[in-house]
């Protein structure tokens, strides 16, 4: 074999491996800046919206949520609870959200958009000093009462919320859960922190 047919073929290797090397490295360089398009875990606590799963979320259930460092609860109410909230309504402070912070569509007795009336998105902060209220789904609990029919009880300083995040009268917080923007994405996806056009 020629000198040059050797020299010729590592020509051809080096090229090859220089070529390989170089794509690595260009992906490898290019990946920070593509990942970076992406919302961070901070962007998304600072306020970025956040995409809610409630395909598997049951009658009854809640789930709790971050959005801009707060907890949001998404509850999936029943029937039955729907029915019982114009019956608090001579025991509220607020029962039309008058005083409340809301989005239009919100601005009813279930505090929900029509399409998903069985849905509450609320904050979950007690409007009185911040601290995080419990759910409370049991009916006639010995520490809350035999006529209470399920809600959010604050453990700090006793207030009480409806299945709607409606404040009870008489009870240290002065207004209602506030309510976030949202939008349903799809029947079983929420985006909270966003209810531009389109939303359903």
Avoid at 140 to 146: E, M, R, V
């Amino acid at each position: 074999m020629s000198n040059d047919a050797v020299d010729t073929s590592k020509r051809r290797f080096l090229v090859a491996l220089t070529s390989a090397t170089g794509a690595v490295g260009a992906v490898g360089f290019a990946f920070p800046f593509v990942a970076s398009m992406n919302p961070s875990a901070r962007a998304e606590a600072a306020g970025a919206p956040v995409e809610v799963d409630i395909s598997k979320l049951q009658p009854g259930e809640l789930i709790v949520v971050e959005y801009r460092k707060k907890p949001v609860w998404v509850l999936n109410r029943t029937e039955q609870n729907l029915a019982e909230l114009p019956k608090l309504d001579p025991k509220l402070a607020d029962p039309n959200s008058n005083a409340s912070s809301q989005p239009e569509y919100a601005k009813n007795q279930d505090r929900s958009r029509d399409s998903h009336k069985n849905i509450l998105v609320a904050v979950g902060i007690c409007t009185h000093l911040g601290c995080s209220p419990k759910y409370r789904p049991e009916l006639g609990p010995d520490d809350l009462g035999s006529d209470w029919v399920g809600g959010f009880y604050c453990p700090c300083h006793g207030s009480r919320f409806d299945l709607a995040g409606r404040v009870f009268a008489g009870f240290p917080a002065p207004i209602n859960l506030p309510i976030p923007k949202y939008k349903f994405l799809t029947d079983t996806t929420i985006l909270v922190g966003d209810d531009s056009e389109g939303a359903a």
